[in-house]
């Protein structure tokens, strides 16, 4: 049986058991009925989303989050993808993180090293402890939505796929059995 690529997508998400926020648009190919009309993020914004990405993944031996663009990816997907529930979330979990690292660090998260952005986040992560008001579920939701978005983002990126990720032309010969020493880099399909 054939499978085009929206029923490949469809059990790609099943498999991850569907749990990336965008998901259902994603499935069924439909832009979300209601979003937030005229949502548009700012260079300024799209620098800030290129540096939490960079502190998800670093620039080491290999080209960093930053280095793909990032930013404009989350934007996109924050905009085609999202509901409006979640676009308000994710938002608001931006201002939260900026606000936050402004009242505990007493310096704008874009005046710090990538180092200290990836400590914050950590620190976020593991404790949920801020030194404003906020709830909890909202700042696992806000920190889920980044680094999902990342993630998928780097890894469908150009370089993600080439210098990250080993990467074969398809269509290409068929090899069915391919020697992999534990430790080598993971193919990208």
Request: proline letters at 4%; aromatic letters at 8%.
């Amino acid at each position: 049986m054939a499978m085009n690529r929206r029923d490949a997508i469809k059990s790609v998400a099943l498999l991850m058991g569907g749990t990336m926020v965008g998901a259902n648009a994603i499935l069924s190919g439909c832009t979300p009925e209601e979003q937030i009309v005229g949502l548009e993020f700012s260079p300024k914004e799209i620098a800030f989303l290129d540096e939490i990405g960079e502190a998800i993944i670093p620039t080491t031996d290999t080209p960093g989050a930053k280095a793909t663009k990032i930013g404009e990816f989350i934007q996109m997907m924050v905009k085609d993808t999202y509901n409006a529930e979640q676009q308000n979330t994710f938002v608001e979990g931006l201002n939260f993180i900026r606000k936050d690292f402004e009242a505990s660090k007493g310096k704008d998260f874009m005046d710090v090293t990538v180092e200290q952005r990836t400590a914050y986040l950590n620190e976020l992560q593991s404790s949920g402890k801020t030194t404003i008001a906020a709830d909890p579920a909202i700042i696992g939701m806000i920190l889920g939505m980044l680094k999902d978005l990342t993630v998928l983002g780097y890894f469908t990126s150009e370089i993600g796929a080439t210098q990250q990720l080993r990467y074969f032309e398809v269509p290409g010969r068929y090899d069915p059995c391919i020697d992999y020493t534990p430790g080598e880099r993971a193919y990208a399909i």
